[in-house]
């Protein structure tokens, strides 16, 4: 599907392609709560997910900006959506 308008705007994929929140997976676009923060989320590409937590690619994760990978308690999780 076409990316939603304003993709840099977390919430704005919460309602992109497929939800499959049940069991996302590595690809997957994630919108995941950020804890002690007034956004509405942070958004990134599922890399690695486990019991507990989800790992994403993504930028504005760290000090810097920088793309990195972050892991994120499964709890935080907003949306898993498939393309």
């Known amino acids: 599907p076409v990316p939603p ?8 994929w919460n309602n992109w392609g497929t939800d499959v929140s049940a069991s996302p997976q590595r690809g997957d676009v994630i919108v995941v709560r950020v804890p002690n923060s007034n956004s509405g989320g942070h958004v990134g590409w599922c890399f690695a997910v486990d019991a507990t937590h989800v790992t994403l690619l993504g930028g504005n994760q760290s ?21």
């Open 5 to 12: 308008a304003n993709p840099a705007l977390a919430t704005n």
């Open 63 to 83: 000090e810097g900006g920088r793309v990195c990978l972050s892991r994120f308690p499964i709890t935080e999780l907003i949306a898993a959506r498939r393309g």
